[in-house]
């Protein structure tokens, strides 16, 4: 889990500025013929974001294939770590059979939808060792674009305060300025025996994570000036 954590603030390039500035898809350097054969719609290749002083203006992620909108490739998602850690993680999820964000029409809605998320590390935990959702938004923090190889996260503010998915509690996330990582993962909700389940969850698992650096943050001074 120490990749989650590792960061690189990288100088402005071209490439990046053409990633921020254009539509969902992603430039052609990022889908090369070699680079798609060898990657999936869970490799990020590319991960952008313009920042501004309340909120995470724009994020960016490109991948390596289509990304299925339709609910048939399971549960998984894609998110944004900042220096917050894991304690303040923003996320946008597929899945069906569970009703846990204002924005879903109903459990069947397998629509992408945004989420705040805090998660804790149980390795010891039989029902679900390594990462776990704690915390977890039903408000819908910022909005996203999903289209063919690109993510896009729009107005996703640091601080948010929302209700708990599944306790009903009110809960609270401070992320920062500072993206880190952008991550991809699946997920997998299991009962008190460790076994899937949509209708007895006792945890929400996160798992086949993967994580690269984001490759430029661009303040949004900077951006708009340009």
């Known amino acids: ?23 969902t ?9 070699d680079a798609m054969k060898s990657t999936t719609f869970m490799d990020i290749l590319n ?15 490109s991948v390596g294939q289509m990304i299925p909108t339709d609910g048939a490739n399971g549960a998984f998602g894609f998110g944004v770590i900042t220096g917050a850690g894991l304690e303040a993680i ?22 992408f939808h945004n989420h705040y998320v805090a998660l804790h590390d149980l390795k010891d935990d039989p029902t679900c060792p390594g990462l776990q959702v704690r915390d977890i938004s039903f408000q819908e923090p910022g909005d996203v ?3 063919d190889y690109g993510i896009v996260f729009e107005d996703t503010p640091y601080y948010f305060g929302a209700t708990h998915s599944l306790s009903g509690k ?27 389940s949509v ?28």
């Open 90 to 111: 923003i996320v946008t999820t597929t899945h069906a059979g569970v009703y846990d964000s204002i924005a879903q029409t109903d459990a069947n809605d397998a629509s």
């Open 1 to 23: 889990m120490k990749k989650l954590f590792l960061g690189v603030i990288t100088a402005l390039s071209i490439a990046s500025i053409l990633v921020i500035g254009g539509a």
């Open 170 to 196: 009110h809960i609270s996330f401070n992320a920062d300025d500072m993206p880190r990582a952008a991550v991809s993962f699946t997920i997998n909700p299991v009962d008190p025996n460790g076994k899937t």
């Open 199 to 226: 209708t007895d969850i006792a945890a929400v698992c996160i798992n086949d994570v993967k994580s690269v650096d984001i490759n430029d943050v661009v303040p949004s001074s900077y951006w708009e000036g340009n």
């Open 145 to 147: 674009h999903v289209s």
């Open 47 to 61: 991960a952008v974001v313009v920042t501004d002083s309340s909120e995470l203006e724009n994020i960016r992620l």
């Open 25 to 33: 898809n992603v430039t052609a350097d990022s889908h090369s013929s």
